[in-house]
């Protein structure tokens, strides 16, 4: 069986063109603790998408949650901090509200997000500006949701309708 799926991975064309490339060489590992699920939560923006999708929407809000690794996202046509604060409101709390949260200091990460999490008593950090990889867990949640939608997206205006599969 498995020789099997070799040589099917070998003859899918769009596999090949999307296979992850290994750039950087191993390094040591460093496990994390959490103390339970859908306390640590880390936020980032994909965007500007081009071209845009078929309503408009060129942001992409992803959310991931460090213990289950479990991924929440949404599209926008223009994002604001108003506009992450509903997320966190509607698509994290919905789990409990968390006790950390990890975001970038992106313009979209300001008032209104701040003050929510200071509602909630919400802790958050923010990761380098000058090495944002420092957020690894969400970058790495970021090019797997683009690898995906570049896999089942077939023309360029649809992947507002993929995003739900991508996840």
Not at 18 to 42: D, E
Not at 82 to 95: E, G, P, S, T
């Given at each position: 069986?498995?020789?099997?799926?070799?040589?099917?991975?070998?003859?899918?064309?769009?596999?090949?063109?999307?296979?992850?490339?290994?750039?950087?060489?191993?390094?040591?590992?460093y496990?994390?603790?959490?103390?339970?699920?859908?306390?640590?939560?880390?936020?980032?923006?994909?965007?500007?998408?081009?071209?845009?999708?078929?309503?408009?929407?060129?942001?992409?809000?992803?959310?991931?949650?460090?213990?289950?690794k479990?991924?929440?996202?949404q599209?926008?046509?223009?994002?604001?901090?108003?506009?992450?604060?509903?997320?966190?409101?509607?698509?994290?709390?919905?789990?409990?509200?968390?006790?950390?949260?990890?975001?970038?200091?992106?313009?979209?990460?300001?008032?209104?997000?701040?003050?929510?999490?200071?509602?909630?008593?919400?802790?958050?950090?923010?990761?380098?500006?000058?090495?944002?990889?420092?957020?690894g867990?969400?970058?790495?949640?970021?090019?797997?949701?683009?690898n995906?939608?570049?896999?089942?997206?077939?023309?360029?205006?649809?992947?507002?309708?993929?995003?739900s599969?991508?996840?």
């Amino acid at each position: 069986m498995e020789e099997d799926y070799i040589s099917f991975v070998r003859k899918c064309h769009k596999c090949q063109i999307h296979a992850n490339r290994m750039n950087i060489p191993p390094s040591k590992l460093y496990s994390m603790t959490l103390p339970w699920p859908f306390s640590v939560w880390g936020i980032d923006v994909i965007g500007a998408v081009l071209p845009k999708g078929s309503n408009g929407h060129e942001f992409i809000l992803v959310a991931i949650e460090y213990f289950t690794k479990w991924v929440e996202a949404q599209s926008y046509v223009m994002l604001k901090a108003l506009h992450v604060a509903k997320f966190i409101r509607n698509n994290i709390c919905q789990y409990g509200v968390p006790n950390e949260i990890i975001l970038d200091n992106s313009l979209h990460f300001k008032k209104e997000v701040v003050d929510l999490l200071d509602k909630y008593n919400v802790s958050f950090h923010k990761s380098s500006t000058y090495r944002p990889q420092t957020n690894g867990v969400v970058e790495a949640a970021n090019k797997n949701v683009k690898n995906i939608m570049r896999k089942i997206v077939e023309t360029n205006r649809n992947w507002l309708d993929k995003l739900s599969f991508a996840l």
